[in-house]
């Protein structure tokens, strides 16, 4: 572990171990080359090939998706550097670890075609993560790209990479694949034998509706039902019956909405249970006990409207601190929660669920 | 107004004036036929054309969609015969005044082609409305149904039935269309110059994700997230501020998901405003103001949650009293709401609120 060079700083937070659960890396195509093998490689190069991208809207924030100060100091994209990161974010915030969630391009499990495209770019993926960040800064830990659509490939490319130490998830993107249905229940079984748990993040949630609405500050607001969605499936698909140490961990689409989803999908399953008999626990308590939630994009709040919040869901236990970094609604851990916590509420907040929530995360002082 | 024969009843919810928002009254295509002129008739009695149904599921209910009693004495659908929804609902409710919104076939502003029959069906529904319902029961009060695709036509319709005393808001399903769109803003000035309300239902909404989920009981868990689509898509495309009369009320949704979104928007629009410098007020007034909310279905909950919601809302005169009759998950008014809230909550709801809602309901005691 490098040395600190903040820890004179009297800031708050920084008494806190923190953990961040959302932290965006990006690679440049031409970074994968060393990863890629051919042809694919070649239509990269020659071709000037890209994922398939969707999304109509111009970026509304001035810098576009990205912090403005983020872009690193020769120029190149966001989240692209690991000295800068290192400088800008981790060594600044005094982070214990942060947990790498990727960029949205390339996200080989949205694409709509050519999976055995996807199926490499996520093995190059993994290597370029695991070579230029994970092995070089032993606060970070990663997430594991597949090509999902592909089940069987998918399933090797989590055993080919799953077990690196800092390895603590399998990453599935937000899209149009609920991925509760059964056909992908070969991916929790792989994630669960090698202590992975599930992390969601969404990509390019199809439109609510099912076209894209005019407004990014639309889209924006909505993505958090496309994570309902994926709650909704996982749990009356029986995944967490079936797959006793899997947990899923919902990453960019804050907790808000925790509180009305219980309560819904309690009393759903009341009404409405004899069509999943394979489901058994109440939905709440699937909840509770199997996934987290990183709070970014964390809404303004008072100690009192969170603690109601609290109240609503029976729990602090499954709120996991993330700063997003580099997005452009970066959330500071000096800035981002409500004043007034009590020190055992932020300690779990900014750090301890998380450790908890991931098994393959070192103890405390264990590093 | 009939004489009402339950009078001596000691139910306690009678005592409250009740309003019910949300009563589905059903049709079978012949009873059109007196309403609906050629070729149109044609199509049905001859060809019989029916509208286009998407939805997989097999309603998992014992009855299907609707209350196993609810059928008619000679054995027709749910929600046909006037007589029988006065003795069944109605008089045994001692209701001061139902909404009629339909029940989902016809859906007019949801048929994806043919556009011309959907105006005709529009038009005959809402004559066998007036006639067979609106203009037989002083307690019933009606939905202007239209084929909103053709906007010119849903304006005519608009002009020609929105006058009559007892139809009280214009019927939008909540289906493929995002109705913030400018394009259906004809249909609101329309709307606005007959002191008629928009009402928003649910018909079949687009699977969340785009595609179907595998089980009724995930698509009727998401129904709420079809509904928050439209109210994000009301406010940031300007509605509330180019039509200061209008209002929107949310059917069939309930209302458990308003303290998120509330929140959600207010701090989207904090962040992103400067997208849609149209809107001039936060959301969460607009919502306060601007809005409301049937109940049904309505969680089971106690006292003390549903003040917890009320109090991030800053409000509970957005919530409407509804039963959703006759539909498998009906409401009771005597069972549906939490036990011990006081006698002036419980008016609002039952009734008052609505009452403020509605401008063509008459004054309490006007009748």
New interface residues.
Partial sequence: MQTLNNEATTDQTKKYSLIDTDIHERVMYEDLFPYLGQPWRRYIEDCHWQQEKHMPFTQ??VAGVDRADAKTPDGKPAGTSLPFMQEQLLDANNHEFGILTGALDPSPSSMHGWYEMATALASAYNDWQINEWLDKDSRLYGSVHIAAQEVANAVKEIERVGSHPKMIQVLLP?????W??PYYHPIFEAAERHDLMIGMHHNE??A????W??????W???I???H???I??MI??GVFEKYPNLKLMMIEG?F??V??LM??????????????PWVTTMPSDTIKNRMAFTTQ?L???SKK?WN?LV??MGTDEIICFSTDYPHW?YDSPDEAMPKGLEDDVLERIYGENARKFYPKLPARGDV
């Avoid at 609510?208 to 076209?211: A, D, E, T, W, Y």
């Avoid at 309560?263 to 999943?276: P, W």
């Fill in positions: 509304p924030a937000i899209d149009d694949i609920a509760g249905d949630p199809p609510p509706l099912g076209k609405p005019r407004y990014f500050i639309e924006h607001s909505l958090a039902t496309s309902m969605a994926q909704t499936s009356f698909n804050g808000t909405y509180p009305f309560k819904k999908l309690d009393q759903q399953f009341k009404d409405l249970r004899h069509e999943v994009p809404e303004e709040m409207e109601l109240e609503q609604d």
